[in-house]
């Protein structure tokens, strides 16, 4: 199997996604009480599902001098695979699969512990001609125990070949309780930032313990303007058979 490969160099963080790390400690017993409160971390069978609600808004003009503002809903599914193929003659590696109307499927393989989650890379399904990309090493997307202030930091992503370097940011606003069309969940708060050459991208995420993200909001800039906002509710979860 073909593997593109990326590598990371010292500074700034990754591809969207969040690695986690406390700059400065927590008090041992705040964090030690948060960190036991969270665990596990998800709680998840092969088969679970994750059904979201996605809005996507692009203002006049966008995407051509007379187009008009597009605002769309549609959905999107992320189901538990279980453990699958991820490297020929590697050891499979735990996998969700997501699947949007009109896009071919995106496999995400992650490493999950009861007190964090790791990136270990991703795959569009696109084909036979279809190739992963693996992290070198497993990036950290969330761990038991954040708190408000804890401030975050991920390497910078490089591809080979590109020589691309793109800054990445992440910090902990804090927990709260989020009402969504699934129900009411308390939630980390996530604020992550990304500049990819003139677009800048800002995200919020709310991650709740034991159950996965329940809500998403991304904007993208360019030039200062926005050019699309989407935003992921989560509308419905179930369970697998094992």
């Known amino acids: 199997m073909n593997v593109a490969r990326v590598v990371l160099s010292m500074g700034l963080p990754a591809i969207l996604l969040v690695a986690c790390d406390s700059k400065t400690p927590a008090p041992v017993g705040a964090h030690t ?15 679970d599902f994750w059904k979201y609600e996605v809005r996507v808004e692009i203002p006049a003009g966008v995407t051509g001098r007379e187009a008009a503002a ?35 499927p995106t496999r995400e393989f992650v490493a999950i512990w009861d007190d964090r989650v790791e990136l270990l890379g991703e795959m569009l ?7 992963p990309i693996v992290f070198p090493k497993p990036i950290l997307f969330i761990r038991a125990g954040l708190r408000a202030g804890d401030n975050i930091e991920i390497p910078s992503l490089t591809f080979e070949g590109s020589g691309m370097v793109a800054p990445r940011s992440c910090r902990v606003i804090g927990r709260e309780e989020i009402d969504v069309p699934a129900g009411k969940f308390q939630a980390i708060r996530l604020l992550m930032g990304s500049i990819d050459g003139k677009i800048e991208t800002r995200r919020l995420l709310w991650f709740s313990p034991g159950v996965g993200i329940v809500r998403e909001e991304r904007v993208r800039y360019a030039d200062g303007r926005i050019i699309v906002r989407e935003t992921h509710v989560l509308s419905e979860t179930g369970h697998g058979q094992n």
Do not use: N, Q, W, Y
Not at 33 to 47: K, N
């Open 125 to 131: 399904m696109k084909g036979p001609e279809s190739r």
């Open 33 to 47: 009480f948060a960190a036991a409160a969270d665990t596990p971390l998800l709680r998840i069978s092969t088969g």
């Open 70 to 104: 597009v605002d769309v809903t549609h959905g999107r599914t992320r189901t538990f695979l279980g453990k699958v193929l991820f490297i020929e003659g590697e050891p499979e590696a735990e996998c969700f699969e997501v699947i949007t109307p009109g896009s071919a």
